[in-house]
């Protein structure tokens, strides 16, 4: 089970932070992503963690402005957004998947786990 949250209204250039809570997962043995998608877009990945093996980026929009972390301890992970921009206005979600990221990267299909999303409006 996963549960997104921290979405809400900002103005171009604040921040947010989500977070997904998660149970039934391990860190190590799974990959965990975050994407998004806009109203009449294709979903998206942005990024994805598996335990040690550190977090990697996928899209190229959101690199030095996104950050994605996770709390083992707490069996969450986070998406920190900051200098955010009115084109990354969408519900983001975040999922899961029992293979790592180096083998599903953050391919929406591959993904089996997904948590409802939490919706992201940035206002210019």
């Known amino acids: 089970q996963l549960q997104a949250s921290g979405g809400g209204l900002v103005q171009a250039g604040g921040s947010l932070r989500l977070s997904c809570a998660t149970s039934?997962?391990?860190?190590?043995?799974?990959?965990i992503g975050w994407f998004r998608q806009a109203p009449g877009k294709e979903r998206v990945g942005i990024s994805c963690?598996?335990?040690?093996?550190?977090?990697?980026y996928y899209l190229a929009s959101v690199k030095g402005r996104f950050t994605m972390s996770s709390d083992k301890a707490k069996s969450t992970v986070y998406l920190q957004m900051n200098n955010l921009k009115p084109e990354d206005t969408a519900v983001y979600y975040c999922?899961?998947?029992?293979?790592?990221?180096?083998?599903?990267?953050?391919?929406?299909?591959?993904?089996?786990?997904w948590g409802q999303g939490t919706q992201v409006t940035v206002s210019s």
């Open positions: 999922a899961a998947d029992w293979n790592h990221c180096a083998v599903v990267g953050t391919n929406v299909g591959r993904y089996d786990y």
């Open positions: 039934g997962f391990l860190f190590d043995d799974y990959a």
């Open positions: 963690i598996t335990g040690s093996e550190g977090t990697k």
